[in-house]
């Protein structure tokens, strides 16, 4: 068994490990024209783990990624040089400029971005904004891009999106949860959907997207490690979903919930203790109001 293999085997979720690797935006052109703009705006930081490229909203550049790796458990990276980094399909690198806000138990931290201004003029369409109008109905496919730090990846930004790659939960269902993770668990509850994507380290924070909308469900959060053989069947991830099985809750991946980010936006948009800014920017992302499009 190769390095590769026998890492990916802590992780693996269905009949076999399928991530395979964008090597550079030729490669895009081989993909379904919907996922392109969220695949060129996914990023990996300077010091691991992976975000997502919203767009530009009321002229600035918002990034979204894992609230969990600020946590000392995972090297505290929620720092300005470590939410720095490139948006590697692209060959683009970014500089962390402000925290937006930030909310443990959506597993989220919201943050504007800057570019070098002579890379500006190709961010035309770059990025994918929640799908705030998502029911996330159970069975939707999904594609799962993150930066994974396992044996045998090159840089290059690996995907999953076999067929066992899709919302394994009930439609709307979403769950405050302990991480089941029995390696480096998450020591705070998560609001999260389930998702029968292959996950490893590295991909926190990466974007889970539809299939076919090419919008962001949700973000990387966790996964039960090691996985068991239970979950290495693809049939019984199908029973999982189709029975609405308990061990959904505790057995596959798992992903930060649209519909709690939702919820929590709109609350914070009519509070008037909330900064001004802040609501006006969390507005913006609410209505769509990208500005590079």
């Given at each position: 068994?190769?390095?590769?293999?026998?890492?990916a085997?802590?992780?693996?979720?269905?009949?076999?490990?399928?991530?395979?690797?964008?090597?550079?935006?030729?490669?895009?052109?081989?993909?379904?024209?919907?996922?392109?703009?969220?695949?060129?705006?996914?990023?990996?930081?300077?010091?691991?783990?992976?975000?997502?490229?919203?767009?530009?909203?009321?002229?600035?550049?918002?990034?979204?990624?894992?609230?969990?790796?600020?946590?000392?458990?995972?090297?505290?990276?929620?720092?300005?040089?470590a939410?720095?980094?490139?948006?590697?399909?692209?060959?683009?690198?970014?500089?962390?400029?402000?925290?937006?806000?930030?909310?443990?138990?959506?597993?989220?931290?919201?943050?504007?971005?800057?570019?070098?201004?002579?890379?500006?003029?190709?961010l035309?369409?770059?990025?994918?904004?929640?799908?705030?109008?998502?029911?996330?109905?159970?069975?939707?496919?999904?594609?799962?891009?993150?930066?994974?730090?396992?044996?045998?990846?090159?840089?290059?930004?690996?995907?999953?999106?076999?067929s066992?790659?899709?919302?394994?939960?009930?439609?709307?269902?979403?769950?405050?949860?302990?991480?089941?993770?029995?390696?480096?668990?998450?020591?705070?509850?998560?609001?999260a959907?389930?998702?029968?994507?292959?996950?490893?380290?590295?991909?926190?924070?990466?974007?889970?997207?539809?299939?076919?909308?090419?919008?962001?469900?949700?973000?990387?959060?966790?996964?039960?490690?090691?996985?068991?053989?239970f979950?290495?069947?693809?049939?019984?991830?199908?029973?999982?979903?189709?029975?609405?099985?308990?061990?959904?809750?505790?057995?596959?991946?798992?992903?930060?919930?649209?519909?709690?980010i939702?919820?929590?936006?709109?609350?914070?948009?009519?509070?008037?203790?909330?900064?001004?800014?802040?609501?006006?920017?969390?507005?913006?992302?609410?209505?769509?109001?990208?500005?590079n499009?």
């Amino acid at each position: 068994m190769s390095a590769l293999l026998a890492e990916a085997n802590c992780f693996q979720l269905g009949d076999s490990w399928n991530k395979t690797e964008l090597k550079d935006a030729r490669g895009l052109s081989k993909l379904a024209p919907q996922l392109i703009s969220a695949l060129q705006g996914t990023a990996q930081f300077r010091l691991g783990a992976s975000g997502i490229l919203l767009g530009q909203f009321r002229d600035q550049w918002v990034m979204a990624a894992a609230y969990h790796m600020c946590s000392s458990n995972f090297g505290g990276m929620c720092k300005p040089f470590a939410l720095s980094g490139d948006l590697r399909v692209l060959r683009i690198s970014f500089q962390a400029e402000q925290v937006i806000g930030y909310w443990p138990e959506l597993d989220l931290i919201l943050f504007t971005v800057v570019f070098h201004p002579n890379d500006e003029s190709k961010l035309n369409g770059v990025g994918s904004n929640f799908d705030f109008h998502s029911k996330l109905k159970s069975g939707t496919q999904l594609v799962v891009a993150g930066y994974t730090a396992i044996t045998g990846f090159s840089g290059n930004l690996p995907l999953s999106a076999d067929s066992d790659c899709k919302i394994l939960s009930g439609t709307a269902e979403s769950r405050l949860m302990k991480d089941p993770d029995t390696v480096s668990p998450d020591p705070e509850k998560k609001w999260a959907f389930a998702i029968g994507c292959d996950i490893a380290r590295g991909d926190s924070g990466g974007p889970v997207i539809d299939s076919q909308s090419g919008k962001i469900l949700g973000l990387v959060w966790t996964g039960k490690t090691p996985t068991s053989d239970f979950a290495k069947s693809s049939l019984n991830l199908e029973k999982l979903q189709r029975d609405h099985d308990p061990k959904v809750w505790s057995e596959v991946g798992y992903a930060s919930s649209v519909l709690k980010i939702g919820e929590t936006f709109k609350k914070l948009i009519k509070d008037p203790k909330a900064p001004v800014a802040q609501r006006e920017i969390i507005r913006s992302i609410l209505s769509g109001g990208m500005t590079n499009r």
